[in-house]
Structure formats: structure tokens, C-alpha cells
């Protein structure tokens, strides 16, 4: 009731697609963090998560992005050493198909986007915020 003042459902893209789902689920909440080996040993040893990715490791001091699995959203810890920038807060990561489209659709429907960048791992990327500055992402590969 009170969601349609705030968001409008319409889209001005006209394409083969009648009814979409612009997300495909939450699949990462991402923690930023300045020590990666200690917290990798908490979730691993402390808590009992597994490492999804990069599995197997015997340190992961260089690592930048360290995934658990935890069912089907995933945990992840994100590199963020500079410590002037403490003020990184948890990150939802939202899947979609095309992110072009989706881009388009959630900026359309009043979504503040940065434009879509290129990763160096083959992901495309935008990052948001919702309406009280709440950090999330958008990406496909």
C-alpha cells in the first residue's frame, strides 16, 4: 500500500520480455575486512563455515575475496586494507540475468546505480544504495 507512491512499477523498455524478475535472488551478503586471515580462521574454525571459494587454501593472507557456503545465499569476506575507509559496511549482492536491462529497469524505477563497470573476474558490476544509503550490488557475468 504504501510502496507505490515511493517506486514505479513502469518501464519504458520494450523487449521480448513480458514479465521478469529483475533479481535472481540474494546470493552474497559481503563483509569488508582488513585481516583476512583472521577472519577466514573465525568463520572456518570458530563458527564451522566452509570455504567455497577459494577452497583448500593453507593461508589466505593474499586472498581478496574469500566465499563461504552457507546455503543459498553465501558469505563473503572482502578485502579492504586501506584504513582510513572504515565506514565499508555489508553489502547485498543481488544476481540478475542481464545486467544491462536490470541497469536500466532499477534506475528507471528510482534506483540511485553507479554505472556498470568491467571486473578483472568477469563480472559486471553496479553498485547502489537504498533510500537510507544501505550498500548493494547488482551483477552477471
Excluded at 517506486?7 to 552474497?28: K, N
Excluded at 579492504?80 to 528507471?108: G, M, Y
Excluded at 547502489?128 to 550490488?137: A, L, M, T
Aim: aromatic share 10%.
Amino acid at each position: 500500500m504504501g510502496r507505490e507512491h515511493c517506486f514505479s512499477r513502469t518501464s519504458t523498455i520494450t523487449s521480448d520480455i513480458l514479465i521478469m524478475s529483475i533479481t535472481q535472488g540474494l546470493t552474497r551478503l559481503i563483509i569488508y575486512v582488513q585481516d583476512m586471515e583472521t577472519q577466514v580462521a573465525f568463520y572456518r574454525d570458530v563458527l564451522d563455515m566452509t570455504v567455497q571459494f577459494p577452497a583448500g587454501l593453507n593461508t589466505y593472507h593474499n586472498q581478496p575475496w574469500v566465499e563461504f557456503a552457507t546455503g543459498q545465499c553465501s558469505l563473503v569476506l572482502h578485502i579492504n586494507r586501506d584504513r582510513r575507509s572504515t565506514k565499508d559496511q555489508s553489502k547485498l549482492a543481488f544476481s540478475v540475468e542481464n545486467i544491462h536491462t536490470a541497469h536500466q529497469l532499477l534506475i528507471e524505477r528510482g534506483a540511485n546505480l553507479s554505472e556498470i563497470r568491467d571486473r578483472v573476474d568477469g563480472f559486471k558490476v553496479a553498485d547502489g544504495f537504498d533510500p537510507e544509503g544501505n550498500p548493494f550490488c547488482i551483477y552477471s557475468r
